[in-house]
């Protein structure tokens, strides 16, 4: 494999989605001398219209520092391309001489990859190398740019957690997550005792009740005299409708491209602020959407998750070498391993949070959800316990 390898980026950015296209780059360097690495500007819109930067021509220490830079440094794209666009960029592949297609991303891209695998008939090595913030990829214990992002939201609820000590009220934070409760789980990651925050946690995972949120306000205030609350941005009532389908007026929904409900903004948190005043007036309450703020932050980019972003980009060239496939994040009890497996079994499936990791009766994490967030998201910062 001495011609050439196409690298793009799909979804939305990371902290650490850099890392693997520089891991990739430096890889085939290294490997395969001579051969051209070409990074598709905004996806694959780059392959369709033939737009790329020549990865071969730059300086290793210009890409380091793209690697550790947030963000999606070659431009990213939502377009969820059906048989018909995949011929188009198909044959884009094939006009621009790849013998490999490395596509960093979630289920979407990992989707994409396994369509573009059936029409090329192995002429071309199309490779999904794992990226999101949600941590829903199957075959994966965890995925780039989830540790770094589950580190702002820690650490968001712990300092609100704290704030909230000294002036008593009601704190909403929503997070991220349209299928899968990960991220928002993270935010109890930090907790400093059984009196902290978040005193609640809403996932996906879980059907949602606006009486009931009520009720566990209520009595949270009641024994704590605040409540720190973790929502989901895509927690669903009992018939799977998403929650701010049930609290914002059909004709005041938004929607994407693709038909789908927007989660986050300002729908959401007005409602649920609406939904507080209503059932527990006169309390202070504050509902903030930490909208994309975790997924890219470069005041917490961890560096386990940058050196497993680059070792995955590194590995996505065995995989090629191999014929094709995704790039999965294993965990054999003691190390995170990196393993080659099949695209159908990631394509476009989402993994759940494990039912075991929340309390059953209650929403807060148990101790199996909690031991899985503090490997993964260990404590950064030492604080000392206030005195109210």
């Not at 972003?309 to 590194?314: L, S």
């Amino acid at each position: 494999m001495t011609g050439t390898f196409v690298i793009a980026q799909g979804g939305g950015p990371t902290a650490v989605i850099n890392q693997t296209v520089v891991g990739a780059t430096l890889e085939i360097r290294k490997r395969h001398p001579g051969a051209k690495v070409l990074g598709s500007i905004h996806g694959l819109r780059g392959i369709r219209d033939g737009n790329y930067v020549d990865l071969s021509a730059i300086p290793e220490d210009r890409l380091r520092l793209i690697a550790g830079t947030p963000s999606a440094a070659l431009g990213s794209t939502r377009d969820k391309p059906d048989a018909a666009y995949c011929e188009i960029i198909l044959n884009g592949l094939k006009k621009a001489g790849a013998d490999a297609f490395i596509y960093i991303g979630g289920n979407d891209t990992s989707g994409t990859q396994q369509i573009l695998t059936d029409a090329a008939g192995g002429s071309i090595a199309f490779v999904h190398a794992p990226k999101t913030i949600d941590n829903d990829l199957e075959e994966n214990d965890h995925t780039p740019g989830f540790i770094s992002a589950a580190e702002f939201v820690a650490g968001a609820f712990l300092s609100v957690d704290l704030d909230f000590r000294a002036l008593p009220g009601i704190y909403v934070g929503i997070v991220m997550g349209r299928h899968a409760g990960f991220l928002t789980a993270a935010a109890a990651a930090w907790q400093l005792d059984p009196d902290s925050g978040p005193h609640l946690v809403y996932v996906p995972e879980r059907p949602f009740s606006a009486a009931g949120f009520i009720d566990d306000v209520r009595a949270t205030l009641d024994r704590h005299k605040r409540c720190i609350v973790a929502v989901s941005e895509g927690v669903s009532t009992a018939d799977g409708k998403a929650l701010v389908e049930s609290l914002v007026p059909p004709d005041k929904l938004e929607r994407d491209a693709h038909g789908n409900v927007k989660l986050s903004g300002s729908d959401l948190p007005a409602a649920l602020e609406r939904a507080l005043a209503e059932g527990l007036p006169g309390k202070r309450a504050r509902v903030d959407a930490l909208g994309y703020m975790p997924r890219g932050y470069v005041g917490a980019i961890s560096a386990v998750d940058a050196q497993e972003a680059f070792d995955a980009g590194a590995f996505a060239v065995t995989v090629a070498e191999q014929g094709g496939g995704s790039v999965a994040l294993q965990y054999d009890g003691a190390k995170t391993l990196l393993k080659k497996v099949p695209l159908k079994n990631v394509a476009g499936k989402t993994r759940h949070m494990p039912d075991d990791f929340m309390k059953p009766d209650v929403n807060q994490l148990s101790e199996a959800g909690m031991a899985y967030l503090k490997r993964l998201v260990p404590e950064k910062y030492k604080v000392g316990k206030p005195f109210v």
